[in-house]
């Protein structure tokens, strides 16, 4: 132990938590759960940091005890982090409080920035040279699909990218090659995956280098292997701190395992209610069982909330306490009681749209501004509701940790070839997606349709089609782009007697890009093909194709001023660790929130993180939070009619105001949860008792029709209540004047089956239904 010499004036290493005006100035203003945090400097420690409870603060004023009372020198302190961005933040805010102390901390940095260098120093222990290249995803997937060429594997049906998913997964769980068993080997190209694991393993060492997965496992394997370099390592590093525990992988995990054996100084800050990254190989049970990791560790809770209102914290905390696995913890707040947890039912998408931009615009009337407001959605695809709405009201707004609905790739791909059939002189459109998705058309063959437009001064898409009357391009190019250009004279044939929408359906299966994106079978194409299906659907409210591709420009062509406020719209994903004013959470409807792959794929681990989702995005909110569920939502170009999510149903009722717009169905689906039960569990559990009590005799005479499943009931009624719900009142007509009892009287304006138009006195033209309104 070094000596306890303190570092700055009235600095001393007593742990005593009450607050002293002789404390360092690092604690002071900390509360004393944080005090607690910072001064437990021996024996491992697992800080319980809440959503808003200040835990940077604890972390990085603990990082300053540690080198300010000289428990350690900076360089024998690891401290890691997930991002980037946070140890640069933590090392500019510890450099505030100990100088140039902080230059000294060589081991301040993410997960593989730490193994990076580790790696680099017993290199020769892996087969690699210390100035070994670190491959980027680009140059992993060339390789990969070079070995899978020369495996005679079909790449269509094994795509590159979904084995560098599923190689990227064996190395988080810390799997070398040996380790792959049968069972996971099976999970690719019929029980190669394994083989082709270590062809890839021996091709990077020939070429040394690694990927990003192999940065961590190649130090866990050295560690295993090599005494010396584990107990080199184990000395050095006296105090370890992790931040974000929670998220660690199955690599990470034993990776800090083993270093920490030595002093058991190990800090993990971290919140079990917030693991939301499972599907990157993120697990909870990491944190969990921290106190069976390190026996005798101790639990520091920090509960004080620093950001939210007491109803915001009540309505999360009611709903996160509906996991079984979590530690357990009741946030609280010194501040004032303000507005509870807003739930509106809406009747569909565009009125979600529609009401959000109505209260962001009201905010800005009272003197707010759009950039104190954020909608948070749980999948990328229902940002373009929000984004043509914001566009024909002019609202700005900005897109955090994506690209705008119309600027992802695959939906500038789906455009290029609409307009590409819309346009055929539209060489930009045409080059993007000569070769997209791969179709055998290389480098050398677009350049000769280049070279072939140019000298002959006509669009790519003729001269493609007089190329193939030559000998310039292969056969299999040849016939490659031949078939190409047959496809584009069908399609415009078809554009003059098929609905859009359905061409473009046809397009994208026909061009074999749905296909492609499917192979992939990743959660990243899922997502993708998600977005293509919200194209079509909102090519339906146009009338025509150059309609909506005029609309799709216009959209494209909205570049607000870089200095304007603006709405933050983004995935509760991309918010973890941000926080707004005002939240308006969209589209908490079962299959939407928690989402159906959740339910189908994952069981109760999956919708415990769902649910862990649902807790983040309401403790995003500092003053107001409000979530909206629709009665109807198009999914996958069908109307379906909708509940409420499970999790609108966990609320504490004392802390929520309901308003609803929906009529028909929606009491009995509100009534599915006033018991906080859960409908499709109960259909799951009911429908597999009847599976092992009645045989296979029931199962197949219910596959036949003679048995009605509970979820064909279900869907029935669904159905009932939204045909119901859907029957026009025949006592309304076209300019009667009505009453509604908040937005007062009003004239109808128009009329579309049971959904109303009125040009309200006070209140303006609002949509609402007609059993909301009596003639007046």
Partial sequence: MLPATPAFPNCSPVTELAPSPADPFYLQGLNPPQREAVLTTEGPVLVLAGAGTGKTAALTARLAHLVGTRRAWPSEILCVTFTNKAAREMRERVGRMIGDAVEGMPWLGTFHSIAAKMLRRHAELVGLQSNFTILDTDDQLRLLKQLIIAAEIEEKRWPARQLAGLIDKWKNKGLVPADIDAGESELYANGRGGELYQQYQDRLRAVNACDFGDLLLHMLT??????????????????????????????????????????????????????????????????LRFERDFPGAKVIKLEQNYRSTPHILAAASGVIANNGGRLGKTLWTDH???EKVQVVGVWDGPEEARRVGEEIEAHERAGGSAADCAIL???????????????????????????RFYERAEIRDALAYLRTVVQPADDLAFERIINVPKRGLGDKAVARVHALARARDVPLTTAAAL?????????????????????????????????????ARQILDESGYTAALQAERTAEAAGRLENLTELVRAMEEYETL????????????????????????????????????????????????????????????????????????????????????????????????????????????????????????????????????????????????????????????????????????????????????AKPRGDLGLGQRVFHQKFGYGVVAEIEGNKLEIDFEQAGRKRVLDSFVTAG
């Avoid at 974000?244 to 990776?255: F, G, I, V």
């Avoid at 990328?380 to 897109?399: K, S, V």
Wanted: proline residues 2%.
């Fill in 467 to 503: 190329i193939l009357d030559t000998d310039e391009l292969t056969g299999a190019a040849r016939k490659s782009l031949g078939n190409l250009v047959r496809d584009f004279a069908r399609w415009r044939d078809l554009a003059n007697n098929t609905a859009h929408p359905d061409l």
């Fill in 222 to 287: 050295i560690l295993k292997k090599d005494r010396e370099v584990l107990a080199h390592y184990q000395q050095r590093f006296r105090y370890i701190m992790v931040d974000e525990y929670q998220d660690t992988n199955s690599s990470q995990y034993l990776w800090l395992r083993l270093l920490a054996q030595e002093h058991k100084n190990i800090a993990c800050v971290g919140d079990d209610d917030q693991s939301i990254y499972s599907w990157r190989g993120a697990q909870v049970e990491n944190i």
């Fill in 546 to 725: 150059g309609a909506f591709l005029e609309h799709v420009s216009l959209v494209m062509d909205n570049d607000a001023n870089a200095d304007e406020a603006k709405v933050t719209i983004m995935t509760i994903h991309a918010a973890k660790g941000l926080e707004f004013d005002t939240v308006f959470l969209a589209g908490w409807e079962e299959g939407v929130f928690p989402s159906q792959r959740a339910l189908d794929e994952g069981g109760t681990a999956s919708l415990e993180e769902e649910r862990r989702l649902a807790y983040v995005a309401i403790t995003r909110a500092r003053r107001r939070c409000v979530i909206f569920h629709a009665a109807n939502r198009r999914i996958y170009g069908q109307w379906m009619s909708s509940i409420p999510s499970r999790f609108v149903g966990e609320l504490p009722k004392a802390h929520v105001d309901t308003e609803s717009t929906m009529s028909g169905g929606e009491s009995l689906w509100r009534a599915q949860w006033s018991e906080r039960t859960d409908p499709f569990a109960h259909l799951a559990a009911t429908q597999s008792t009847r599976a092992a009590t009645r045989g296979p005799g029931w199962q197949r005479a219910a596959a036949a029709g003679n048995f009605k499943t509970d979820q064909t009931r279900i869907l029935e009624v669904k159905a009932s209540a939204a045909s119901f719900a």
């Fill in 377 to 403: 959605v749980r999948a990328q695809h229902q940002t373009r509701e929000f984004e043509d709405r914001f566009i024909a009201i002019g609202m700005p707004y900005r897109i955090v940790g994506g690209f």
């Fill in 336 to 338: 004032s009681e303000g």
